[in-house]
């Protein structure tokens, strides 16, 4: 059931507020000001409650790392790995959809690259490698991997899709955070975490031997019965 706002508190309500305006304006952008217009309180309850910008900034971070590691950190390493790669890219789909807000902040957080916007990259790496981590230890990775790179992998794949949103939505012709959308995004990366891009060697087709230049076989008979006709 969806959360009204008069269901939460006023400092929950200015928060959220906070959140939709620094993801849509940035936190630059975004003056105390607007967030009291947006969560319909005067400016001197969101001091009240916050102090500063930086102190609601601050709060919304929290709040978004909460929402974050609520969605994520409920894995378990003990399955296989396809169940594995399922679990994640359903949470992350999941994730997207019940917290549009959140996950645009992240982009628009990410984007701007400021400090507080490097922590909390930091953070949700952070998060991502207390997975890998998980899964390396209980033997479901190969040995070969650069953990490092995997962590980035994990959430470049995601947040960036997000920060390149508006191409992504002409190149696939359809909204990335729709059903569908999300669905599509779940089962590639699904698929590329698992599989790769690459046949294995014993599925790759006989590479087609090319024609051009002398012709050979059918061609050359073919060539021979045009030049007999012609003499």
Do not use: C
């Amino acid at each position: 059931m969806a959360r009204l706002d008069t269901d939460l508190t006023a400092a929950a309500r200015i928060r959220d507020a906070a959140l939709r305006e620094f993801a849509a304006r940035g936190v630059s952008g975004t003056s105390i000001r607007d967030v009291a217009r947006a969560a319909r309180v005067s400016p001197g309850l969101v001091q009240h409650h916050f102090r500063s910008k930086a102190g609601l900034r601050r709060a919304v971070e929290e709040f978004v790392t909460r929402r974050a590691m609520e969605a994520l950190g409920d894995l378990h390493p003990e399955a296989s790995a396809a169940e594995t790669t399922t679990q994640i890219a359903g949470k992350i789909s999941a994730f997207i959809r019940e917290n549009p807000g959140a996950f645009a902040y992240i982009g628009r957080s990410l984007l701007e690259g400021d400090a507080a916007g490097v922590a909390l990259f930091e953070r949700l790496l952070d998060l991502a490698r207390a997975q890998i981590d998980r899964f390396r230890d209980a033997g479901l990775l190969r040995a070969d991997l650069d953990l490092d790179w995997t962590v980035l992998h994990v959430v470049l794949i995601d947040v960036g899709a997000y920060l390149l949103e508006s191409g992504l939505v002409r190149y696939l012709g359809e909204p990335l955070r729709s059903g569908r959308g999300l669905e599509r995004m779940e089962r590639a990366t699904a698929a590329l975490f698992l599989k790769g891009i690459f046949r294995q060697d014993d599925e790759r087709a006989p590479a087609r031997t090319k024609t051009r230049g002398r012709p050979t076989g059918a061609r050359q008979s073919r060539a021979r019965r045009r030049s007999t006709r012609t003499e």
